[in-house]
Structures are given as C-alpha cells and as structure tokens.
C-alpha cells in the first residue's frame, strides 16, 4: 500500500504508481482538500489525478478536513482500476460535490457531518455509496443534502445512507440496478425514482427502503423499478 500524507497538497511532475497495491492521500493538520477545479488547503488537481496507477485509491481519512469535488471526470482516473473512496471522518467534517458534475468508475463517499450534492453525480461501472453519518450520533447535519434538479446515477446499485436525505427540489435517483435508500426521504420537489434504468432486467432493478419513508410534500413522486421493497414505519 502506498501512503501520501501531505501538507499542504500533492505536486506530482511524474506519476504515484502502486502497481496492485492500494494508494491512501491523506490531508495533514485538519486541512480542507480539494479534489478536481477549485483551490482549498490540499489540491488535488485533475492533471494530478492522472498521473495516479493503482489499484484502489482512498482520499481522506479519520485527520481531514472537509472535502470538496468540483468537475472530476471517470477519465481523469484512467490508471485506477478498483474503487475510489473519499472520507470525511473527522467529527464534524463533510464532503461536498460543487461547480461541475462529476463522474467516477465506481465511488464510495463517508463522512462525519454530511454530504452535499450540489451538482449531478454519477458512476459508470460500478455502485455509487453515499454515508453521510459515519461515527452513528447525529450532529446537526449528518444527511445526503441534493440540490434542485440534481441527478444521482449509479450504473450498478445507488445507496444512500445518513441521519436522512434532503432533496432541496426537484431529485433523480437512478441506478442501473437497485436503488437503496436506509433513511428518510425528505424534499420540497418532485421526485423521480428510476432502478433498472437501462431495463435489461439482468440484475434485480429493485427499489429498497429499508425501514424508513418517504415525504415529497404534496410535490409528485414516481418509482420505476422490477420490484418495491417499502419497509417504511
């Protein structure tokens, strides 16, 4: 495993290459990161980015600060062939999503206070996993917030995971395959809910809401799916 700990941000004229083994870039000194376009204490530019050859990468940890992506492309991590993971696990630290759509391979995000996703996120191999609430207690603000008109596609399952999930408007949740909700649903705009999206029927293509509801308040809410699990209260 290869570990990048930095201070303040990563400055690549060559390339970071692990072979098989997992790269880890952590942020010293509560540092915020930024990941993609905009400039934070940390950054992690997309040229940067392609400079990278592993395995699996993870960006950020328990010490980081908050964490920002604006505009990274699926391409831009064309020499990572596994998982990226982005933590904000620090008490009280987020991850946000800003300025520019971003695309991944697959993507798994973690944080301690939230996550915000103000702009379209999507995957285009692999399962997109939001956690928004990583120590468990609630801290004022430990929810997957969307923002108006903001799609969230996944090409295999879409899992949301927080205190709740807040839709600031109009929302679409897509997935290729399931698509998982393990909390509250909460928007002041119509909702669009698609699983099975591409409809191969191959995979299950299933909406699951394990054990919690959904409130559009009198706005219009619409479930495409192979099938419907609603375990709600």
Do not use: C, H, W
């Not at 998982?83 to 696990?89: E, F, H, K, L, P």
């Not at 946000?96 to 759509?101: G, S, Y």
């Not at 409809?199 to 559009?216: A, D, K, R, Y």
């Amino acid at each position: 495993e290869g570990v990048y700990d930095a201070n303040p941000g990563v400055n690549t004229m060559g390339g970071v290459k692990t072979g098989t083994g997992k790269l880890s870039i952590f942020g010293a000194d509560n540092l915020d990161m930024n990941i993609g376009n905009t400039t934070k204490d940390f950054n992690i530019s997309v040229d940067e980015l392609k400079s990278i050859q592993a395995t699996d990468v993870l960006i950020g940890d328990e010490q980081t600060g908050d964490i920002f992506v604006d505009g990274v492309d699926s391409s831009n991590f064309s020499g990572v062939t596994g998982n990226v993971d982005i933590v904000a696990s620090m008490n009280g630290k987020k991850v946000a999503f800003i300025n520019t759509a971003s695309d991944f391979t697959s993507l798994s995000v973690e944080a301690d206070r939230g996550i915000e996703v103000g702009v379209d996120l999507s995957t285009n191999v692999g399962d997109l996993t939001l956690q928004a609430n990583s120590d468990g207690p609630d801290d004022g603000k430990d929810y997957v917030e969307v923002s108006d008109g903001v799609t969230l596609f996944a090409k295999k399952d879409l899992s949301l995971d927080g205190t709740s999930i807040e839709a600031l408007g109009t929302a679409n949740f897509e997935a290729d395959e399931d698509v998982i909700f393990k909390d509250n649903l909460n928007s002041i705009g119509a909702v669009s809910i698609k699983a099975d999206k591409d409809e191969t029927g191959v995979e299950n293509g299933s909406f699951i809401l394990e054990e919690q509801n959904i409130n559009t308040n009198g706005s219009n809410l619409s479930i495409r799916a192979n099938d419907v699990t609603l375990n709600g209260d």
